[in-house]
């Protein structure tokens, strides 16, 4: 039996064995981060759909309002005395409100091929995008984003496993070319018989112990500069993690107001939004029987517009600044779930 215990030397097995667990570890945060890219870029492309369509809900809710005037105005026509220039503006203004809707569905329609050859969706299906709003109601504590961010994201956590190989590193470099001892042990019994008859009758034992080392004169500075190379290294990561912390903190932190500023100006164009409509069947009405002109229609329908618009613009930056959230946290505050632990 033989004995052998290498002294002031790195554990090889030990360190192989972490690397192997490092190597596992990176490759399943690297699945993690290939899906939160999936999501991030089917999220970004589904967005510029719902923009497109709800300009589109916009421009056919104004072109229903002008078309109601239109209506007003002809039958009011019969009755009273209205000049012809207020026909024209209607007639325009509906026009040109028609072309927008007509440039808006164009470029939805384009937008949808183009999402189906890049989702690799049969070009003869179909894809629906309703375009309804739904109330901005999820509430994100700051400390909570930067702290999931810190844990969860794993940019940062292949960071820290690269600053952890590099370590390794360091240690297997600094066990190369150094001073080191190794002892053996060896216990057991021998002989030697030509015709293996009195291999156990008359034998010696052969038990020894012996302690090599190994002490390096000079090399010409090689291992030092190998050391501080990986020493370099490991200094390179530290940075890289200490920059990556510093902007994941300041994305987070814009995110998480952002989100706040959005959720509550959704809130308040919600109400502008209910008094917009309250206003337009007003405004309508008094057309009706001649208490507002056609311009102040036309401002009205106008101002109409403008305040959907600017609720559908509310409703994208804060489902932006929650999809901002989930790239950095890892975390889908909407449902709940770690991506990294899901």
């Known amino acids: 039996m033989k004995f052998e215990q290498p002294i002031l030397m790195p554990n090889k097995l030990k360190n192989d064995l972490e690397d192997a667990e490092l190597n596992l ?3 399943k945060l690297r699945y993690v981060a290939e899906r939160v890219g999936i999501i991030s870029e089917i999220s970004r492309s589904y967005y510029s759909l719902f923009d497109l369509s709800f300009s589109a809900k916009t421009y056919q809710t104004q072109l229903a309002n002008l078309q109601r005037a239109r209506e007003i105005f002809h039958a009011r026509a019969h009755a009273d005395s209205i000049s012809s220039t207020d026909s024209i503006q209607i007639e325009l203004e509906y026009v040109n409100v028609q072309e927008n809707l007509l440039e808006s569905q164009s ?33 994100v504590r700051l400390e909570d984003a930067l702290r999931k961010g810190q844990q969860l994201n794993s940019y940062l956590q292949r960071l820290q496993i690269g600053a952890r190989r590099a370590q390794l590193e360091l240690t297997s470099e600094k066990g190369k070319n150094a001073f080191s001892m190794r002892l053996e042990l060896t216990y057991g019994v021998e002989n030697s018989d030509e015709q293996f008859l009195d291999m156990w009758s008359d034998y010696n034992n052969s038990n020894t112990v012996r302690l090599n080392a190994y002490v390096p004169i000079w090399d010409w500075g090689e291992r030092k500069a190998r050391i501080l190379s990986r020493q370099c290294d490991i200094d390179r990561a530290q940075l890289d993690i200490q920059e990556s912390r510093e902007d994941l903190k300041k994305n987070i932190t814009n995110d998480v107001n952002n989100l706040a500023a959005y959720r509550d100006r959704f809130s308040t164009m919600q109400k502008s939004m209910s008094m917009a409509d309250t206003l337009m069947t007003a405004t309508l009405n008094n057309y009706l029987i001649g208490r507002v002109s056609t311009q102040d229609v036309l401002q009205v329908i106008i101002r109409h517009k403008d305040t959907m618009l600017k609720l559908g613009s509310a409703w994208f930056g804060y489902r932006r600044s929650l999809l901002g959230l989930l790239i950095d946290t890892y975390y889908d505050y909407e449902h709940g779930v770690s991506f990294t632990e899901r």
Request: charged residues 30%; proline residues 8%; glycine residues 0%.
């Open 25 to 27: 570890r990176d490759t």
């Open 107 to 139: 470029r939805l329609r384009q937008e949808l091929a183009n999402l189906k050859q890049r989702l690799r969706i049969n070009p003869d299906d179909s894809i629906f995008i309703t375009p309804s709003v739904n109330p901005c109601s999820v509430v």
